[in-house]
Each structure stands twice: as C-alpha cells, then as structure tokens.
C-alpha cells in the first residue's frame, strides 16, 4: 500500500516535470545578457505549449507574458518552477513555491554545497523545507532539464534545441550536457529527455535513471557521472536500468587530479577508478571515454541489432582504412575472423581477378554496386561473421557532387558521370539498409564524407543506419554493441 | 665528389617532381569516369601553370589541350609523367618515357607487388628499365602527388585542392592521404607536399623523408605506414630528420590482423608492434594512434611554442570540461600542478568569491574578460607551470549569434547583447593570442563551438592558435608537444 502511494507520487512529479501544464521561471528577467532572461526565452522559442509564468518583481510583462511579483499571485499551482535568484533567497523562494503548491523546482543557481560548507547548509535547508512542502527538486547548480515529448519544453541554460529521438541523459554536468547535445546534433540523432542534475541536493542520478528505465521514450541512456552520494543504491538501480535498456556511462574522476577537480565542481567523492569500472562491467554499464564515443555508442545502439558475438566483416572501398581497421578491431577486442575456402570462392566469382582474399576485403577503387553488395550479403549470410563494418561509401558520390559542380557543357560528360556516381552510390546505400534488416546483424559505416551519401540524413533520422566520419569511432561505438549482448547473453543466459 | 653527383641528382629529380615545368599525363582519357579524367582534370583545376601534355592514341585534344599518341611525340622532355595505364603496358610506357627523357614517372595503376608474384616481377622489370633509362619512380599503386608550392600541382586522384601550409606528408596508402587531407581541412590548415608512395618500388619514404626534411616549405612531417623495405635506413634517415623538423607517423599493422592487412595491400612487411614503438621513441618519431590525432598534434606543433615541461594550467569555462580535463591530461602523462598559495591569493583577487581554488581553475558560466586573461596570464607567468589549456571559449560567442538572430526588435536587448559577447570573446580571443606570443608558452583551446570565435579562421589559417572541437583532441595534440620538447631535450641536452 505505501508502496503504491510512493509509485503514485513518484509519477505524479515526473508527470509535473517532463510533461508540465504550466511553468514558471522565478527570476525572469528582460536583461537578454541574464540567465533569467535567456532560460525563459529558450522556453518560449522551444515551443512549449503549456502556461508560462515570469516571477519578477519588478516588472508587469517579460517576452509578451504577464510577470507576477512572486509565484504565490500566479493563479494556479504550478507544475515546474525553474528557479534562477540568488542562493541566499532561495529558502523564501522555495516557502513561496509551497504555498503556490508547486511541484517540482529546478534550481539553476550555483553558490551551494560545491563551494563551502555554508553553501552546503543553505543547501540542506532548502532540500528539507521543499520536502517538508511535498515538493521536488532538481539541481541547484544545474542547467536545466529538456523533455521533447509530448511537452516540447526546453527549460535549459543553452540555445539547443535537439530534436525528439531516442536517447535519454542524466549528466551531473551541464557543459558536459550541452556537448553532449552538441555531439548528437553532429550525428543526426534526437534525444527524449536531457537532465542536468548538478549537486543532486534532492533528486539524484539513481531517481532520474528509475524514471528513463520506464520512459518509452526513452531507448537508450547516457550518463555522465562525477560521483555518487550513495553507491549501493546506485549499482542497485543500474542492475534494473541495464536489464531494460542499454546504459552507457562517462565517468569523471578516474585519475587523482579528476577526483579533486571533480569534488570542487559539484561535491561529488569519487571512488577509485577500478573498482567502480569492474561493478559497472558486471552491472550492464558500457563505460565510454569520452562524450563522443558514449554518444556514438548510443547512436549504434539506437539503430542497430547486437552481434551475436565479436566476429567482424570488414569491406573497404579503400586498401589503407582496411589495414587501421584490422589494428582498431583487434585492439578494440572484435575477432578479424579469416574468409574460409567457400567464401572467397565466392567472392573469386565476382570480384575482380586482383581482389586480396581476405578479410577486410578490399574493393580497392573500382567497385561496382553488386560486387560491394555480394561482398557484404556473404558476411551477413555466413555463421562465421556476426556483423560487418562497410569503410568508405560517401566517396564516390562526394566526387559525383565536384564533377556535376563543375561540368562547363554537357559534352564534357561531367554531370552525367557524377549523376551516375551520386545515383549509384544511393542505390547500394539504400539496399544495404535492407539487407541489414534481412539478416538481424549490425552494419557500422566509416567515411569522412559518408554525409554525402544520398538519403543519409533521413536513414539517420529513421534510425536504419549508424554512420561514423571516421574508422576508430566506428570501431568503437562497434564494441558497444559488442558490450551490450555479452551482457545480456550473461544474465539472461542466451 | 661522387656524394656531390648523387646530391645534383637528386635534387634535378625532386625539381622535376615538386615543382615540374611540364606534366604529361599517360593515359589521359576524355570519359568523366575514368582516373585517366580525373587526373588530368585536378590538374587542371588545381591551377598547374606549367605545360600539360595528355597522352592518348585515340584522342586529338582533351579538356581543351593537345592530346599526343605517345609522350615519344612530345616535343620536349617532361618533368613529370602520371602514368594511368593498365600494368601490362607499363613496361613499354616507361621505355617511351625514356626516349622523350621523362625525369620522373607517378605510377598509379594497380595490380603489381601487392597482388602476386607475377605483378612483383613486372615491378622490378619496371624499376629495373627505369633506372637504366636515368629515371626515378613513385609508386606504384599510388594515388599520386600534390605541391602546393611553387607549383600548384595537384596530380592526385580525389578532388581535394588543399592549401598550400606547413604540413609535409608521405603515406603508404592514397585513401590514408585523402582521410588526412579532409583532417587538415577540417581544421583550416594547409600543405607543402603529399605523397602517395604505394608500394614504393623505386622512391621509398625513406626518400621523401630527406627531400621533406629540407625542403624550406615543409615544417611538420607527417606520415603513414604499413612496412619497410629497409628497416636500417628508415631509422637512419629518421633520425637526421626528427633533429630538423617534428616527425609524426601512424603505423598501421600493430597487431596480427594488421599485419596480414597490410601485407595484402602495398606488400609491406611490417615488424613487431614493441620493437617498433621502442625505436620511433628513441628517434624522435612521434607516433599517433589515428590520422585525426597525427593532424591534431601537428597543427599544434606547426602554431606553438614548446612546453618545458609536463605541468599544465587548465582554465575552464564550464566545471564538467575542467574535470574530465584534470582525468584526460593525467592519462596523457600530464601534471595538473596546483596552484601555489601567491596564485591562489592572486585569483582571490580576481575571481568571484566561489571560485573553486585549484588548478583545472572554473571561472563558471559568469566570467568577465578581465578575469579569464587574468587567470590565463596568472599560469603563463608562473615558472610553476609550461603551458595552458583553455576550455569553452566559443560558446559565448555562439549564444550571442543565436541572440542576435532571434531579436525581433530593438527593445528586446537582444540584437545588442549578443553583439556585445561575440565582441567580447573576439577581444579575448585576441589578447590570448598576444599573452601565447609574451610568454612563449603553448595556449591549446577545447571547445564544441569554438569556430564560433570571431577571428578564428584568420587566426588558424595565420598559424597563431591551435584549436580542437573537443577536450579529448586537444589533450592528446599538447602531449605531442611534450613529446617533441623531451625528444629536443634528450638529444640537445637541454
């Protein structure tokens, strides 16, 4: 029974949270150099179509919305308060959002418990009065939060507007947030929901996680982790999160001079970095280095199968991308597995006389459309390979685009040679995407220019391919993949 | 005076290569699809002043020159002849060339060395022939060669146009050197010479690592790869070149797969992984891991000062980048020294009462001018410390564009606003490019957004900044310049 009425509450503040009716940003301002102005702007220009309420005191309108002097005259109860005063007002503030009967409080402004120990009292104080009023809070020193469906709300610090896809972030960083966002913009791929968490003085990582493990949205998360208040709960919940949806992780602090940064930055008390590698391994946590990589990662995973195991295909349109991928694969663990007699039989059949027998396949710089396809479906088909990385389309229609470009008349042949390029090139990129899907194993891409491909951005935005600009990312965001089913296969025994 | 007869020698045929009076191409061909097109056509449109002589039997002009039925029928001897031809014909094509007194032949076509045992012998009957007839040869198997200076040549296959720039490059394998020219692109840095040396029958890197070493345009030598024909003299020559001019290779074939990779594309024969490293090391070589980073670390050895040391500054526009920054330049081998009590009592003075009192220094979101050259100038001066990394500048400048680009009408403040920060991080921009200069001390920037800066082109493309999209890059770009520092040290004794 008092479960259920934690459960009921619980979604009854994530509902007030993600998908607000009403919003109010205490400490609106019309200063367009204040994070009280461009908070509410950035709400504004995101489309939310809920209520919106400025506090300012001192002003009657801000952006074309009636202020009010404090939230207490707004005329209903608000869902979320995104709160941008000062640290030492923040008790009043949070008394007032009690009695306007709001729900849950995003505290922007930093000043608290990452500074000194009074700022870690005022921090306490504000987390037990807003609990004494049934209220929730996120932050302080964060950026903000952003829930792409069904809200639109984009109540955070930085002008980013990501679309809605599959990725959900908890990060107790909001730099880290917003390159995080950045990262995904320069991949084509959307995000659910976006929580800059800072201090946790209330709500933390594991509450936020609990929430995107049963978010449909949701389909991938991604953290970025400083430290943790309570370690066991943490790993308790990761056990949950990773046995649903694959979760990835950065986490700062893994050197002596990142756990002091790091204790500075939020409060947070980094562990020792071995330990917490090894329990995030048996708990289904993909670590990634970086943001990038976590992000690649995610992308893989948000439009690929999983391999059923570390056997990898590789067909290059290019000698020397296959040689690195052959050093990046193994060093990253995958199996360059070796062609068996059948199969390069195979391949004898319809490669050119001078093809290089082996894995990678090397398409060297004459390929033709169904060579490359034969090149790829053999993997695909053959118990022996679980997926295959595909290194260098985008050339060619990228050459197309420069010979169209500079056609001067149609005599020159130009504009239909690279027509034909751009076209032809489409055509394999677009069959690739369904022998993928006919055989239920992963197809990374790697090209510089893999963008130029024709129809890329739209097999990106419907999550049918997962394209790298560059070999280590793709090999990389590979092993994610790789991680992922090792870990299922071990705790669901298949 | 025999030693004086080689060095005339090889300087004529180097002149004839980088910087040819004439080019003829053999193989020439009017079909947009073809690399007998291509070729000719990246010449042409790259700008090559001298004399282009296309060589086709079947044709009378092509792209508006005079085609000729064989370079016999040319009416003087040329410089350089890219050779296009199937690899059967060769034999007879360089006998040609010696009649009209070719210096130097590109041989791009495949199917030699690399393939079996009856290409390796049409190879050496080639280089053979073209010794005896006083001729040298790149390739083959190669994708060609690009001389930004004094020439404007670019004889290569991809339709890159790269600016002429410090970087020198020679590399086993033509899609590594494409890969590498979209890096250097992509950062706004530009390129003396670039070699695709294939199989290397006859010029081996070896070769070009001397004419790179001293030619006056090339700064930082950079190059790719996969095995040595003469180990002994590879690491002669390294040496007398890492004593004039940073040396940078990625060496593919380090693990088993790599190894047969490797062998199957250019024939090379690569060596234990260990050994190797062991032996760049003690010569000078720096080694990267990927093309991305061999770029990175040379665009800031071609615009910074050295380091004298490993201990690092890092000032962060935002915490998160700061503590991941303090874990990167560990890993990097790299001391985040802390700050003296003076430097602290200093930034005291400076800095909002918050600030957190250590090195990565987080100037939060609301820095000033004032207080991040302040800061940045506090660690240049101090002997404490060899070199800064900034982190997050950009992002100001970035929001600013989005302000001004939204304002509806003057009232709002935001078209003022946003000037007024984009302005404000051009001067920063600006002064931090004069304190790198003051001080001679390395200044690396990280940021997401940071072309975003006003005056960032002129800045890269003028070589004062060196500047990476993200934290990860320019870390691994300043450890290059600590290992080019202790390898000076080491050798200089100082």
């Not at 790697?446 to 790298?468: F, L």
Request: net charge positive; with cysteine; hydrophobic share 40%.
């Amino acid at each position: 029974m008092e479960g259920d009425s934690i459960s009921r509450k619980k979604a009854s503040f994530w509902k007030a949270l993600f998908t607000p009716q009403s919003v109010a940003l205490v400490g609106a301002s019309k200063d367009a150099k204040k994070w009280g102005f461009n908070l509410l702007f950035n709400i504004v220009k995101g489309g939310y179509p809920g209520r919106i309420y400025p506090i300012n005191p001192k002003e009657s309108e801000i952006l074309g919305f009636k202020a009010y002097p404090s939230i207490v005259q707004v005329p209903e109860p608000v869902d979320t308060a995104i709160l941008v005063v000062p640290s030492s007002d923040m008790p009043k503030i949070i008394q007032e959002c009690g009695r306007n009967g709001t729900k849950v409080g995003v505290v922007i402004t930093a000043g608290f418990g990452e500074v000194d120990r009074k700022g870690k009292n005022v921090e306490e104080e504000m987390v037990a009065l807003a609990r004494s009023l049934g209220m929730r809070l996120v932050g302080p020193n964060c950026q903000g939060i952003v829930s792409t469906w069904n809200s639109s709300l984009y109540a955070h610090m930085p002008p980013q507007f990501p679309p809605t896809g599959p990725l959900g972030v908890v990060s107790q960083s909001g730099n880290l947030a917003t390159s995080l966002i950045e990262a995904g913009r320069q991949l084509g791929i959307g995000f659910s929901r976006i929580i800059s968490s800072g201090n946790e003085a209330d709500l933390q990582t594991p509450d936020f996680l609990e929430f995107l493990t049963e978010d449909p949205k949701t389909e991938v998360i991604l953290s970025y982790l400083e430290g943790l208040k309570d370690g066991r709960k943490f790993f308790q919940t990761a056990r949950k999160v990773s046995a649903k949806k694959p979760f990835l992780m950065v986490k700062a602090g893994q050197t002596e001079a990142g756990v002091k940064a790091a204790f500075s930055h939020t409060g947070a008390l980094a562990g020792s970095a071995g330990l917490f590698s090894g329990l995030c391994r048996q708990r289904g946590i993909i670590q990634a280095e970086t943001i990038e990589e976590m992000v690649d990662m995610a992308a893989a995973l948000a439009a690929q199968p999983l391999p059923r195991g570390r056997r990898v295909g590789v067909v290059t349109l290019g000698g020397g991308w296959g040689v690195l991928a052959a050093d990046f694969c193994s060093q990253a663990g995958l199996i360059v597995e070796a062609l068996n007699p059948r199969m390069i039989r195979e391949l004898d059949g319809v490669l050119p006389p001078w093809w290089n027998r082996m894995n990678p396949v090397d398409m060297v710089t004459g390929y033709r459309k169904g060579d490359l396809l034969t090149s790829m479906e053999l993997f695909l088909k053959s118990n022996r390979f679980d997926g295959v990385l595909l290194l260098g389309l985008g050339w060619r229609a990228w050459r197309g685009g420069f010979l169209k470009s500079w056609s001067v008349t149609a005599e020159d042949g130009m504009e239909a040679a690279g027509q034909d390029w751009i076209e032809e090139e489409g055509r394999i990129f677009a069959d690739l995407q369904e022998l993928g899907c006919k055989y239920d194993k992963p197809i990374l891409l790697a090209s510089d220019v893999i963008q130029h491909t024709p129809g890329y951005e739209m097999a990106v935005r419907q999550r049918r391919v997962a394209a790298y600009s560059s070999l280590p990312r793709a090999v990389r965001a590979y092993r994610g993949l790789v991680e992922r089913y090792e870990f299922l296969k071990r705790v669901r025994g298949k």
